[in-house]
């Protein structure tokens, strides 16, 4: 079997055309073809049809939560149930403790550790403070009426900690204790899909119950 030689002038021709500089963008412009494609689909398809989609979902399969979770009373928005609100009359049920003074653009919590002689101090004193208002013994106070949550807005209470604000909202409100304790019950709701979660009560939703109870006597 013979081996294909190349003539002299074949082998240089071959070289020169190598060695030949290609014109200038032609390799470059498949490159930026393919970056700017990529560009306009990603923020075309994640930076809005993504959220689009996303913001029509909600709106269809949960409007209310999409928008807030809005509560209103005669027709008119006065708070939402995720977000906790400061009720300071004895007539209502008071809400849990919070670090950003129910503020909601400056949600946060005390980030004070449990060593902290100012946490524990601060709790002693609103443990005292609850004692009093509700006329029990400071160890009966449930935590939840103490300490206040990581996000300083939780709406929610937990079945202890309203039941023990039920005498003295029922002698505020001339209502028997047993009315107010099944309004209670029929405000508490039970842990989340029968697994996650605890038992709680939304204070705001609470409260609102209690003015349309009033209002009907």
């Not at 509700?134 to 935590?143: D, I, L, M, R």
């Amino acid at each position: 079997m013979s081996i294909p030689t190349l003539s002299r002038d074949t082998l240089a021709v071959t070289l020169r055309d190598d060695a030949a500089p290609h014109a200038p963008g032609t390799c470059d412009k498949g490159l930026l073809r393919g970056a700017v494609g990529l560009t306009v689909i990603a923020l075309a398809g994640f930076g809005f049809l993504y959220s689009l989609a996303g913001v029509g979902l909600g709106q269809a399969l949960f409007p209310a939560a999409a928008n807030g979770s809005l509560v209103e009373r005669d027709a008119r928005v006065v708070g939402s149930a995720l977000v906790a609100q400061p009720f300071t009359s004895a007539r209502y049920f008071h809400s849990r403790p919070s670090a950003a003074g129910y503020d909601m653009m400056a949600l946060a919590g005390s980030n004070q550790a449990r060593t902290s002689p100012e946490l524990r101090a601060r709790l002693e004193e609103a443990r005292a403070a609850a004692a009093r208002r509700e006329g029990v013994a400071p160890a009966a106070v449930p935590s939840d009426l103490v300490t206040q949550s990581g996000s300083g807005s939780d709406p929610h209470l937990s079945p202890r900690a309203a039941q023990i604000q039920i005498a003295r909202v029922a002698r505020e409100r001339g209502m028997s204790a047993e009315a107010m304790a099944a309004l209670v019950a029929q405000h508490t709701a039970g842990r989340q899909w029968g697994v996650f979660g605890a038992p709680r009560v939304n204070v705001l939703a609470l409260n609102l119950a209690l003015d349309r109870a009033g209002s009907a006597r």
